[in-house]
């Protein structure tokens, strides 16, 4: 099952029809994202629309004493801030760029004014809001079911299909906030899947050995996800279906 914008150009920007693209285009820049970079913060307003090419954006749940966990992972295939075309927003989550690279990005107030004015991408934003919030869900299943090495497995894969590097920029620390869990469990999950000669780890970079073997070791989660993603471009045909 292909991932969609493998080729790292945006599937939501591809969706929009020419003329909504040159409504958008003179104020849709394009931004380099580096890593670490938050796009949008926990109930503050959310200021722009992202539209990644090549960069990976998680969003992250935040508890009070300061825990963290990952909810959703997006990359060319969606946008972060979209909803924002139906009016102001303040953010549920946090994103932060996970994977550093290219987006393009728009001021929130600007894409809401093109938005009013085309049913047809208002469909396709809510089709894609459906399928973020059925691939929460079902990270929130798996942060509670799974165990740390498979759930790390599928973070890994998740992040290796938005981009064309097979390594990646990863420190342990990271990995525990995405995971939810201590960095000295991160570092158990992470020498399991190297002794399985899976991965290879130097300080801050993983690199991925055997991608079919990560795939078995990775949890169900992973596979239903992808195919939420990848049947999202069928989704997008007939926005009104």
């Known amino acids: 099952m292909d991932f969609p914008c493998a080729g790292g150009r945006n599937q939501i920007l591809a969706a929009f029809s020419a003329e909504v693209i040159a409504q958008l285009a003179p104020d849709?820049?394009?931004?380099?994202?580096?890593?670490?970079r938050i796009l949008h913060?926990?109930?503050?307003?959310?200021?722009?629309?992202?539209?990644p090419d090549d960069s990976v954006v998680c969003?992250?749940?935040?508890?009070?004493?300061?825990?963290?966990?990952?909810?959703?992972?997006?990359?060319?295939?969606?946008?972060?801030?979209?909803?924002?075309?139906?009016?102001p927003r303040r953010?549920?989550?946090?994103?932060?760029?996970?994977?550093?690279?290219?987006?393009?990005?728009?001021?929130s107030a600007r894409f809401e004014r093109v938005a009013a004015r085309s049913e047809t991408l208002k469909m396709i934003i809510i089709r894609y809001q459906e399928m973020v919030l059925a691939q929460a869900q079902q990270?929130?299943?798996?942060?509670?079911?799974?165990?740390?090495?498979?759930?790390?497995?599928?973070?890994?894969?998740?992040?290796?299909?938005?981009?064309?590097?097979?390594?990646?920029?990863?420190?342990q620390e990271l990995l525990a906030e995405v995971l939810g869990v201590r960095r000295a469990t991160v570092s158990d999950a992470?020498?399991?899947?190297?002794?399985?000669?899976?991965?290879?780890?130097?300080?801050?970079?993983?690199?991925?050995?055997?991608?079919?073997?990560?795939?078995?070791?990775?949890?169900?989660?992973?596979?239903?996800?992808?195919?939420y993603i990848a049947q999202f471009p069928d989704t997008l045909k007939d926005p009104r279906g």
């Open 59 to 87: 969003l992250v749940a935040s508890m009070q004493q300061g825990a963290t966990i990952e909810t959703a992972t997006i990359g060319c295939e969606g946008a972060v801030g979209i909803a924002t075309a139906f009016g």
């Open 41 to 51: 913060e926990h109930a503050e307003p959310v200021r722009h629309v992202y539209f």
């Open 139 to 171: 990270n929130a299943a798996c942060n509670a079911l799974h165990d740390v090495e498979a759930r790390l497995a599928k973070w890994l894969l998740q992040t290796l299909d938005r981009t064309d590097r097979n390594t990646l920029p990863y420190t």
């Open 28 to 36: 849709l820049e394009q931004v380099e994202l580096p890593q670490g």
């Open 190 to 227: 992470v020498q399991a899947l190297r002794a399985a000669r899976l991965i290879d780890y130097r300080r801050g970079e993983i690199e991925i050995k055997d991608r079919k073997g990560l795939e078995r070791a990775a949890c169900e989660c992973y596979d239903v996800i992808r195919s």
């Open 91 to 107: 953010a549920f989550t946090t994103a932060i760029v996970q994977m550093p690279g290219l987006a393009s990005r728009i001021a």
